[in-house]
């Protein structure tokens, strides 16, 4: 299809000469240019923020639903958009990341990959403490879906390593909050609300973060217990000790598979070997120190299209958590992998050819069996046929302040509409 | 206002409402005192429900409502309204629940930020924010302002140690905001709103295990510069202390005058760096910290190892603000921030500032993280330097400005410094922080005419007016 002046009848030529005139990097979709199976009419990759800006103006004046993506790992993250004309790449939104290393900060282009400013920032013995699960994570995509990894524990996440955003709104508007210091609490810090947006509020086109020094040394303390209950109880016992662990992590392959807890310690060389054999205290005699992380370290336990679910929950309910996962996984006949944090973050994944039955029975019951402790499970991915049978996010206390929040900055549910809980 | 009086009375009884001009006036200020104003009235709610009641109920006579914690505040965030009610926390102060297996507290608003730690620590347990103010301010205006303190350069402000709030809606409606909902983060939105986006009534505060090891180094420079070069080489060191804090000459002579905090003599700059966490990382960066400060200059190090020694090392940091009542009769406390690096430039400039305005001014900051306190002195008895000093004050602003910081790192714009937020933002930015304030309070009765420079209505608000509807735009380009 051609998506110039001779387009079809409804406005398509005028749309594509709005989208040309906007920005030099446009074409119609082709085959695959969809998300979560709903197909694009147009994908747009602007060049820097002048041009998305440009794009979200004509996408406004002719209604055009936008949905932003970036390398596209979680792009089938969240609900299918509810419609979609353009899809808007950031992977021209990447240039010079402006890294002040006496400043401990850097202002980065959404478009970029972690992977790729860790090497930037390492040249300077710095990085940014955010881990990403997915291995491929642009900034902008971490941001909008707020993941997390391992180092989440000491850390925080995100939304704690964040200084300021610049994010085009959906009317076109180049807005910036917060800055470039660490320290500032002038207006609102509408960073925070961008962080886990799912793309519904905007195009974030740069981030400013704070970061954090490499450390001279780390190690890996690694067990492996028969029973859910120990593993859960040496873990919990290592987040509250003396040690400072950056993170501790579990892992289990099924159901009573047996779990793996290792710890993360990070400092000067003197220090992390004593706190090391200080861990292995805790984690009893035949747990091991090295160097390198566990194969399954900070990965998703399924990335390869598979149901993906996070459960969160306080800190010392691990040991529940674990059999109530355990529980809901007999019952619903499926078999869960488990990997996350002792901080309270897990992420559970099922094959790709699950029968689509399971899940739909799986995730309610976890529900039902989490609710009293505390928990919360929200569905992060579901293939195609899995995805109607299920309630992605389970309940929301805050969603009609969601809404009216929405409803200010996107009150045509122009960009990424749908994506996200309630319609949102 | 009477019919609205006896509303309350019916909701709180007697003795939770004040109206009596005498008792009113209490209220009238909060830490920053220039700027006065006596309440409507003032109520004293014990619940989150009486807040919702009381809230609905303003919402009804289109009356305005600003919420009050201890009022330290130092930019007057708390400045009530003749027109309006003043929700005040002080009755609101229990500690509900130190959950240790948690590593959680869950408090009511009005309880002190000192209080949290004293309850967690016979657990082993802190509330690592401490805002110099601690002993008294309250955990919502911590919130509202996202407070700091001088150990937030290693452990952050407010917002990175609140897990959940629960808060009274501008609707009137009682929520939580956070404690694992996906989405939007409206907790991390509402943390630092100062109070406009709703009051908090409970807070789940996150508790930090006290360290094994903390270990404080008091230097003394012949001046900032090379206390300056000593900060650097810290932070280049790949060291992140607990706390860097420094103080000029001027600083130091007003806290020897207050509180005989006996610096080392002839000292031009004193810089107190503290170290915490597990022995052996704090040992080992410790002796580094000692070498780069010789190496810079320093001309004596004292070392604090216990804690009665380490409270005499930041006695005289601690009570520099009103230390310097000592030496001047009246000053400005200014709050500002520099991207680190810039410091030694902003610091010359506003010497140079000091010198064509015939000001003095006292430096104290938190260095590593650029975060400048300049006290403008001035004698409000000399015709005109009660203006110069103002002038100062603000030109140091536009310093921060200049060199890519921020008008304030943790005192909060309030009242105060709302003019001042188009000179770090444009229209546009304030206006998508408008579409927020209209998503919670579109009646902009929540704490009214704070944080922004000229309020607009939220019907009026620019990025809707702009925001062309789908209905419209469809076919109707000319309207671009
Ligand atoms: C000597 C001194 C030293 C200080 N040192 C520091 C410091 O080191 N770091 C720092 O960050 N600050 C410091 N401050 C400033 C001040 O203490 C903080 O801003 C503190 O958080 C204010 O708390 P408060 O309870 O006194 O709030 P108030 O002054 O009563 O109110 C402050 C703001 O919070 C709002 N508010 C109060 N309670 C609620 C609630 N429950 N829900 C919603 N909004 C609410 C008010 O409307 C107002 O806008 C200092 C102040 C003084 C006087």
Known sequence: MDGGATGPAGGHGDVGAALRAACADVRPAGEGDAVSGVAASWVVTPRSAEEAAAVMRASARHDLAVVPTGAGTKLDWGAPPNRLDVILRTSGLTGDVEHAPGDLVARVPAGMALSDLAGVLAEHGQQLV??????????????????????RLLYGTARDLLIGITVVRPDGAITRSGGKVVKNVAGYDLGKL???????????????????????????????????????????????????????????????????VAVLLEGVPE???ARSQAVRRILGYDSQVAADPPVWWGRLPSLDGGVLVEVTFPLSALGRVLAAIDEAAGRAGARPAVRGSGAGALCLGLLPDVEPSVPAEFVPLLRAELGPLGGHVVVRRAPDPVRPRLDLWGPVAALPLMRRVKERFDPGYRVSPGRFAGGI | MRALAERFREILGDDGVITDPVRLRTYECDGLTVHRATPGIVVLPGTAEQIAE??????????????????????????????????????????????????????????????ISQAARPHGYYYAPDPSSQQICSIGGNVAENSGGAHCLKYGFTVNHVLACEIVTPDGEITWLGGGDPGYDLLGAFIGSEGTLGIAT?????????????LTLLAAFDGIERGGRAVSAIIGAGIVPAAIEMMDALAIEAAEAAVGCGYPEGA??????ELDGPEAEVRHQFERVETICAEAGAFELRVARDDAERAAVWTGRKSAFAAVGRISP?????????????????????????????????????????????????????????????????????????????ITGEHGVGVDKSRYMTKMFGDDDLDTM?????????????????VFPTPRLCGEAPGVRRGVHPLVASGEAELF
Do not use: W
Request: aromatic letters at 4%.
């Open chain 2, 268 to 273: 031009g700059a004193v810089l107190i760096v």
């Open chain 2, 54 to 115: 009381i809230v609905r109920e303003c919402n009804a006579a289109r009356t305005p409502y600003i919420a009050r914690g201890s009022g330290t505040g130092l930019s007057g965030g708390a400045l009530p309204r003749a027109d309006g009610v003043l929700i005040v926390t002080s009755r609101m102060r229990r500690i509900i629940e130190i959950d240790v297996a948690n590593q959680r507290a869950v408090v009511e608003p009005g309880v002190t930020n000192l209080a």
């Open chain 1, 271 to 273: 220090g992390v070997a």
């Open chain 1, 194 to 260: 961008y962080t886990g947006s799912y793309g519904t509020l905007g195009l974030i086109v740069d981030a400013t973060f704070r970061l954090h020094p490499l450390p001279a040394a780390r190690a890996f303390v690694t067990a492996v217990y028969a029973g859910a209950e120990e593993a859960a109880r040496a873990a919990h016992q290592v987040a509250g000790s003396q040690a400072v662990a950056s993170a501790v992590e579990v892992e289990r392959t099924g159901p009573g598979a047996p779990v793996s």
């Open chain 1, 130 to 151: 955010l881990d990403d699960p997915t291995g491929s994570a642009t900034v902008g995509g971490a941001l909008a879906t707020a993941t997390a990894g391992p180092r």
């Open chain 2, 434 to 450: 408008q579409l927020l304030r209209c998503a919670f309070d579109p009646m902009n009765l929540c704490n009214p005419g704070k």
């Open chain 2, 330 to 406: 009246a000053y400005i406390v200014q709050d500002g921030v520099v991207p680190r690096t810039a410091l030694p430039e902003v610091l010359a400039a506003i010497d140079a500032l000091s010198a064509d305005y015939g000001i003095r001014v006292a430096n104290v900051f938190h260095a590593g993280d650029g975060n400048l306190h300049p006290l403008v002195l001035f004698d409000d008895a000399v015709p005109g330097e009660g203006t110069r000093a103002e002038e100062v004050s603000g030109r140091i602003l536009d310093l921060c400005v200049e060199h890519g910081g921020s």
């Open chain 2, 202 to 214: 409970k807070v789940v505060v996150r508790l930090t295990r006290t360290p094994e090891a903390v």
